[in-house]
């Protein structure tokens, strides 16, 4: 089991920034990838950025150049840095591990850009 709690998020004018944090409960070195999903309102669940315990890296089109995943094992947690911001990234963030083959989710912390 990996339970994974999400911060960080919160309401920001566009063009700022703001840094997302997933705690994981248990070592996430063993933890094949993890990644960043979100979901607005009306739409589906999609993957925003996502890093595997090997450093590989994979972002949406949409947030290239803008967001940046990172991991840090030592503390067993995941960031979003997430700079530029758009109102079009207004969604509900969500942490995600993948681990012997299972996800897992966190509950989400809720992003909102202002115009």
């Known amino acids: 089991q990996v339970q994974l709690v999400e911060s960080g998020g919160g309401l920001v004018q566009a063009g700022g920034s703001l840094r997302l944090s997933c705690a994981a409960s248990?070592?996430?070195?063993?933890?094949?990838?993890m990644g960043w999903y979100r979901q607005a309102s009306g739409k589906q669940r999609e993957l925003v950025a996502s890093?595997?315990?090997?450093?590989?890296?994979n972002y949406a089109d949409s947030v290239k150049g803008r967001f940046t995943i990172s991991r840090d094992n030592a503390e067993n947690t995941v960031y979003l840095q997430m700079n530029s911001l758009k109102a079009e990234d207004t969604a509900v963030y969500y942490c995600?591990?993948?681990?012997?083959?299972?996800?897992?989710w966190g509950k989400g912390t809720p992003v909102t850009v202002s115009s």
């Open positions: 890093r595997t315990s090997g450093g590989t890296t």
């Open positions: 248990r070592d996430i070195f063993s933890i094949r990838a």
């Open positions: 995600n591990a993948n681990w012997l083959g299972r996800d897992y």
